[in-house]
């Protein structure tokens, strides 16, 4: 009995080999160990900043709180009776300067200013600096006091001028404490404690190792009291000399949450920290004044960034042991897949399959497997594929002859330009068309061989449709043939691109137009028979009038004549032959009768996008330029080939009175009011002149060689749909009619 022998799965032996080293373990420990140290170290640096910054908020507030303490005891001792002018100025001296030397809250001077400004009352501890009562120039604070609520605490930044020498007297950085004193509700002066910062503030730099940072006070204008860099140079501390602020620190977003009154800690832009707190927190009887410390980018990070060096060291080690293990667990894997990848190549190639020359009983062997079967069906589909693409180009080439067929037999003529627009290929119905054969027409320039005299504004529009739209299609111009004899046509011309997209040529289509303008003579033959009916209606009219009178005159001389009289008879021949005219006009009527203007609804933005498209070849050819302005509108009722046929007639007489290179415009509108709809056209044309401007409407009237009914049949047409056609006089560029047509009723 053959026994099966157990196999190791490709799976298994990586596995094993990176399990041996516990690498999968080693890295979750190492991760979920390094995050937990790294945010344990990041909390208690920040609980340091913290417990830091609240010790020395604590001593501050203990300071200020002791200052205020005192001054509140001097104002009821001595200061408020100075304000109101009483009291012994001697034993008051005696009483502060004895309580300012035995003080401990680094009080240096005690000023009382009455209502009016004045210096009432001043004691210092400070040798040689003396100030008379009654002096003024103390009325800052007096202000200062003023402006602010009623009862307040004020905390001033200033500085004390100590005695020094002449030249350079010495400076004390100092907090103004400010106390405004009120008799009921009437203020009677403000006191004043001069205060030396050094000693008031000799706590606030206190910092656990390592997170000493910037420590500054400010007050709730965001002016500094307190600066632990700039305490050597205090003038630039106040805002009133160097207008330094907590703003000139911190960005916008971060002093406004400083001096809001809260207590936080948050990073600051370039990776910074800062933590502040109020000093009014601790029952200060002050306004609000805010300690901050801000540490520079990286401080709290010193202690996180070395137990990070550690640790990669740590793993870098283990990652060197298992990429070793890893690198003798791939060389079973080489040889392999290294024939694996020749075979491949060779199939790529179209080389034959060879046979594998290894046995590895596991994952690699399946793979060799597949590869084997794999190759096979691919040299099968192959040959197949081959097979299928002689069948398919042999129907592509029958294809592409029908097609050719179909191009060199076709009626219009068809013919390839290259790129500088000579001519490349010319089917027989450009032969017949032009009368060059194919090599009279090859290799020569489409333009000078069939262009005749095409104007400069066709071949500009030509140019300008072909870079905008990327064709010109159906464009009614002239060509010339080869008798010299040019003839209307209709030119469609596309460009012909390569496969990278590039234009590499042109085709052109040229159709015969001459059987089309036969037709479009006809309908102007249809117009002016139709004019024609105009005169008629007009004539018969004309004519009833008098026909009328004459009527009623010869029959009332028939009753005064005498009956067999000869002035009788003459009298019957007359009313023979008006009743012979009334004849004629009745049939002139019949033939004249207008049917209904109908009650269809007429989309005119529609009707005049169709003409424009219709009419603009034309225009070209002319050398004149059609410019509309088509926009939506609401439908008109009416019949849509009368609206038509009065657009066009406006068109052509705009296009007969402008001289080549003009301009004819065509703009639409809408009066929401009346309710109607409008239509301007109008020419560049040297205009109507104004004694011919009232009789252009008269039917017979012209000054063009026509008919002169054209006009009268249009404003005819529009009078029966309801509307109005008329001259604008007050239009001076050339010549502008206005048709104004009645919204449809249910139109919106």
Known sequence: MKVESRRLSLRAKVAAAFAALALVPLLVLTGVAVGSAVRYLRTQAQASLEYDLEIARLRA?????????????????????????????????????????????????????????????????????????????????????????????????????????????????????????????????????????????????????????????????????????????????????????????????????????????????????????????????????????????????????????????????????????????????????????????????????????????????????????????????????????????????????????????????????????????????????????????????????????????????????????????????????????????????APVVDPDGHVVGASLVVRDHRAQSRIEEQMRHSERLAAVSIMAAGLAHEINNPLAILQNRIELMQRDAEDGTALARDLEVLLAHVDRLRGITSDLLAFAREESSGTDRVQVDRVAERLVGLLERTFVTQGLELVADVVALPAVQGDEKAIEAVLVNLLTNAAQATPDGGLVRLTMGLNQERRRVWVWVEDSGPGIPAELRERIFEPFFTTKGGTGLGLTLCRTIVERHGGVLRLDDSFEAGTRFVLELPIHGDAS
Request: charge should be negative; aromatic fraction near 6%; glycine fraction near 10%.
């Open 61 to 493: 507030a203990r300071s200020l709180r002791q200052v205020g303490q005192n001054l509140d005891f001097l104002v009821e001792a001595v200061l408020r009776e100075r304000m109101q002018g009483d009291g012994d100025d001697e034993a008051a001296r005696a009483l502060t300067a004895t309580f300012l030397r035995t003080d401990s809250t680094a009080i240096l001077r005690v000023k009382a200013i009455d209502a009016g400004g004045d210096l009432v009352f001043m004691s210092t501890v400070l040798a040689g600096d003396e100030a008379t009562p009654g002096a003024s120039g103390e009325i800052f604070y007096l202000l200062q006091a003023e402006e602010a609520e009623r009862g307040r605490t004020l905390y001033l930044p200033v500085e004390l001028r100590a005695p020094g020498s002449a030249a350079e007297p010495g400076v004390i950085p100092a907090i103004a404490i400010v106390e405004p004193v009120y008799d009921a509700a009437e203020l009677v002066g403000v006191a004043v404690a001069e205060a030396s910062l050094a000693e008031l503030f000799e706590g606030l730099e206190y910092a656990s190792p390592g997170l000493g940072g910037v420590t500054g006070l400010v007050d709730e204008s965001g002016r500094f009291l307190y600066h632990s860099e700039r305490k050597n140079d205090w003038a630039s501390l106040l805002a009133s000399q160097g207008g330094i602020n907590v703003r000139t620190d911190f960005q916008e977003a971060v002093a406004d949450e400083l001096l809001s009154g809260g207590a936080a800690t948050r990073r600051i832009p370039g990776g910074g920290i800062v933590s502040f707190r109020p000093l009014a927190a601790v029952d200060l009887d002050a306004p609000l004044l805010v300690l901050y410390r801000a540490l520079a980018p990286g401080t709290l990070e010193a202690s996180v960034r070395q137990f990070l060096l550690l640790t990669s060291g740590i793993v870098a080690g283990t990652l060197v042991l298992v990429l070793g293990a890893a690198t003798v667990s791939a060389r079973q894997l080489t040889r392999p897949l290294y024939e694996l990848r020749t075979a491949a190549r060779g199939l790529a190639r179209g080389e034959a399959r060879r046979p594998f020359h290894f046995q590895t009983g596991d994952e690699l062997q399946d793979l060799a497997d597949d590869f084997t079967r794999m190759a096979d069906a691919l040299q099968t589909q192959q040959q197949q594929l081959e097979d299928l693409l002689v069948t398919r180009t042999a129907a592509l080439q029958t294809t592409r002859a029908e097609l050719a067929q179909v191009v060199m037999h076709a009626a219009d003529a068809i013919i390839g330009l290259d790129g500088q627009g000579r001519i490349r290929f010319w089917n027989r119905g450009a032969e017949t068309l032009f009368g060059y054969s194919e090599p009279e027409a090859l290799d020569q320039d489409v333009d000078q061989l069939i262009g005749g005299r095409a104007s400069a504004t066709e071949q500009d529009f030509i140019r300008r449709a072909m870079e905008q739209r990327r064709t010109v299609s159906n464009l009614l111009t002239r060509r010339t043939p080869k008798s010299g004899e040019p003839f209307p046509v209709t030119l469609t011309q």
